[in-house]
């Protein structure tokens, strides 16, 4: 288990934190976490206001999870949260032979995903992976597992640690200092587990969590 930023090859944007926070509402919130067209497609009060492929995106962090992780060229990786597939369709450009499969609990992401992976994606919770223990080399896990609730959230990172039988690796929302903390509490639409990197660490090791981690830090 290890603490390893991943991703330093994604790019980086710049968050209009201040004008989001005055603008969002809980009734902005409530329709995010429906994680329907309007989070993914809509304006960007209720989401990523355009949630379109870019290779600039995943195409340079997959060869890094390649790397890292030393993925055999037939390895088996699973992406929990793993909206329209786009990290997915870049580990399969890379690595034709590598056996994918993605789960997100929005009908409208699945629906939405992009055509060479949709017969390995499909709509499910991170609470309760369709998967028998010990299926894949591999899973991945960016910035989803935060938007459970607490007990939902544990039992997620139980999930994770079952169906991997080598690596995980995993994003969430936290914070190292109150200035993150205000930055994260103005910033956040959707997630409902977050908090400060000692207390993630506490509890991944609560739940027996093994995998590697790195934060979403809203600056
Ligand atoms: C911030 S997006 C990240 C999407 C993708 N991993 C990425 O980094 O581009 C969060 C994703 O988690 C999905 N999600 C939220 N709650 C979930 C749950 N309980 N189980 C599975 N997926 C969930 C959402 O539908 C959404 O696609």
Redesign the pocket.
Known sequence: MAEINLMNRYPRSKRPIDERAKLITEAHRQVA?Q?GPE??DGDRLH??GG?SYHPR??QETVKLFRDHYGLADDASVL??????G??LHDFKELMPNLQVAG????E??IANAMEDVKPFVQV????ALPYPDDSFDLV??????H??PLE?CKQ?LREIERVSRRHAFL?VDAWHDDTEKLRMHQWNL?ALTYMHVDNWIRLFDEVGYQGDYYWFIAE
């Open positions: 976490r994680f989070f993914f989401g990523y949630y995106f995943w992406d929990v949260g793993c909206g329209k786009f990290m789960l997100d609990i929005s409208y992401a499910g919770n991170a609470k991945i896990s960016i910035n989803t597992v938007n459970l939902e997620s994003i959707t």
